[in-house]
Nanobody
Framework: QVQLVESGGGLVQAGGSLRLSCAASGPIDKINHMDWYRQAPGKQRELVAKITMYSNRNYEEVVKGRFTISRDSAKNTVYLQMNSLKPEDTGVYYC????????????WGQGIQVTVSS
């Protein structure tokens, strides 16, 4: 079973920065893409950023220019650098990894809290 361990969340003031990390371990044959989602209180989980095996990146419109997703393939780790944080960035951030060659599966981390105070 593939396991994901997230780290780097916490409390930060508006305008500050945080860097989230997510390390995947277990029976990984191929990682197709690695994603960060967030779920704000009372809202649905939404995709924040995505990076493919070819390092193509996609971002939610509201985080463009502030967040950067990157990955270390050798470590099966994905990062989310979050700058110029706003109170509306508050939520639980989840890492998701799509693994597999012919039959792919999504795996999820346990979630990590990010709180941005005004």
């Amino acid at each position: 079973q593939v396991q994901l361990v997230e780290s780097g969340g916490g409390l930060v003031q508006a305008g500050g920065s945080l860097r989230l990390s997510c390390a995947a371990s277990g029976p990984i044959d191929k990682i197709n893409h690695m994603d960060w989602y967030r779920q704000a209180p009372g809202k649905q989980r939404e995709l924040v950023a995505k990076i493919t095996m070819y390092s193509n990146r996609n971002y939610e419109e509201v985080v463009k220019g502030r967040f950067t997703i990157s990955r270390d393939s050798a470590k099966n780790t994905v990062y989310l650098q979050m700058n110029s944080l706003k109170p509306e960035d508050t939520g639980v951030y989840y890492c998701s990894v799509n693994v597999g060659i012919f039959d792919s599966h999504d795996y999820w981390g346990q979630g990590i809290q990010v709180t941005v105070s005004s």
